[in-house]
């Protein structure tokens, strides 16, 4: 039988748990290369011309999202009243059912069902986190977070490499796959994995307005100090999903690439964030400091996507993977980096309003860019989606000055 031990907070995780934590991080990115690549080959099954298939592409990613966007703060409040241990277990099955369902389908409606299933039971990252929250000092979060950061990033390279050998099986075979291995995940963790919430921090109920997306974003835009700041987070966001739900269209219409092909292009953004997050991002913060790294990601983002923008009409494959890479590189700096400026930002009695807030903001950007990203691959061109990111990303970098300064006027900093 599972041992529960209850931990005490801030007392260390343990190297068996961290070992789990480390392999549900790896596993989910791995799933998430597994199949990322192949959803446009296979929705160009069930629909016609490539403007639909953009429009079911971005609807696919939508859908996600908005279930995502309802469930997040419930799933984080059930893992307060229950502990993080079943709403890991929950969000791991969640998304092994999802898998399934994508090999299964036979028409949109059935890959609808699998992304919303996924996206209702989308917890598994936000309970790794706050598992490590339960579990580790103040003091070691960062190499903690790191850590787990770096192994998303090796799960980015592994599973574009293993749906590139399933590919081979057919084109559903990579949705097999990954729920094989979501299932193996979640089974390791019911036995091995013990729970980090003791019973007397439990929250005694869950309020249900905690359980409302929009309750939280009213609280966060009550926070006036922290708007400019979180108006750059969601500039980014807004430029990261616009490539997400459109680079592999554009590999796929204008350099006539494969499946196999954008997976790996993927497994490049694994081995650059494993490079970034896992060695060079703490030596770059300590010596310039979060806002400097900060900068030049947004930096490296703005470029990649011009770039990016101008392969959508000079097609060339070299310029398109040298886009993918910079991105990356900017995305590993900047995300990190962001995390901890908003931390320190908001102070230590608003940590949960302002982390909780902004990853509802994130998920409305994810409910809404695709639907926009890929009207604008279709309608408008095929550069449009990427012109209108490096928009956003360029804004974002006009607007963290402000944000940083007015963050540190409201803590008293010089």
């Known amino acids: 039988m599972t041992s529960t031990v209850e931990r005490t907070a ?33 929705a160009a099954r069930f629909a016609g011309d490539p403007a639909h298939v953009a429009s079911a592409v971005g609807l696919l990613s939508a859908s996600y999202s ?23 277990l929950l969000s791991l099955v969640g998304s092994a059912a999802g ?3 994508f090999g299964f389908a036979d028409a949109l409606p059935l890959l609808f069902l699998g992304r919303a299933i996924d996206g209702l039971t989308a917890g598994n990252v936000g309970t790794l986190f706050a598992y490590l929250g339960d579990t580790s000092p103040p003091e070691q979060r960062a190499r903690y977070f790191g850590r787990i950061g770096a192994m998303f990033g090796a799960g980015l390279i592994a599973g574009p490499a293993l749906g590139g050998l399933a590919l081979r099986f057919g084109l559903k075979a990579p949705f097999f796959l990954a729920a094989l291995l979501t299932a193996l995940n979640a089974a390791g963790s019911y036995v091995f994995l013990e729970e980090s919430l003791a019973p007397e921090r439990r929250a005694r109920a869950v309020p249900w307005r ?26 980014f966001t807004a430029a990261f999903v616009s490539l997400q739900a459109t680079f592999a269209l554009l590999a796929k219409d204008r350099l006539g690439w494969g499946a196999d092909a954008v997976s790996f292009a993927v497994i490049a953004v694994g ?24 900068a030049l990601g947004l930096g490296l983002v703005v470029l990649a996507l011009a770039t990016m923008a101008l392969v959508a009409s000079h097609p060339s494959a070299p310029a398109f993977v040298a886009a993918i890479v910079a991105f990356a590189g900017g995305e590993g700096l900047l995300t990190a980096s962001f995390a901890a400026l908003l931390s320190r930002a908001a102070g ?41 990111a490096t928009a956003a990303a360029a804004l974002a970098g006009v607007l963290l000055r402000a944000g940083i300064v007015e963050a540190a006027a409201a803590r008293g900093e010089e």
């Open 210 to 235: 905690k359980l409302d997306p929009l309750s939280q974003l009213a609280g966060l835009l009550r926070l006036k100090h922290l708007r400019p700041l979180l108006t750059v987070g969601v500039l």
């Open 348 to 388: 230590p009695a608003a940590q949960g309003q302002a982390q909780g807030g902004n990853q509802a903001l994130q998920e409305l950007a994810y409910v809404v860019v695709p639907l926009v990203a890929t009207q604008l691959y279709a309608r408008v061109g095929m550069g449009a989606p990427f012109w209108a």
């Open 66 to 88: 908005l279930c995502a966007f309802f469930s997040a703060p419930a799933l984080g409040a059930l893992s307060d009243a229950t502990g993080r241990r079943p709403v890991l």
């Open 271 to 294: 081995v650059t964030d494993v490079c970034v997050q896992g060695i060079l991002l703490e030596r770059l913060v300590r010596a310039f400091g979060d806002s400097r790294v900060l």
């Open 10 to 42: 801030g007392a260390g995780v343990r190297p068996g748990a961290f070992f789990f934590l480390q392999a549900t991080a790896f596993l989910s990115a791995a799933g998430t290369g597994l199949v990322v690549p192949v959803v446009p080959f296979l």
């Open 99 to 101: 898998y399934a369902l």
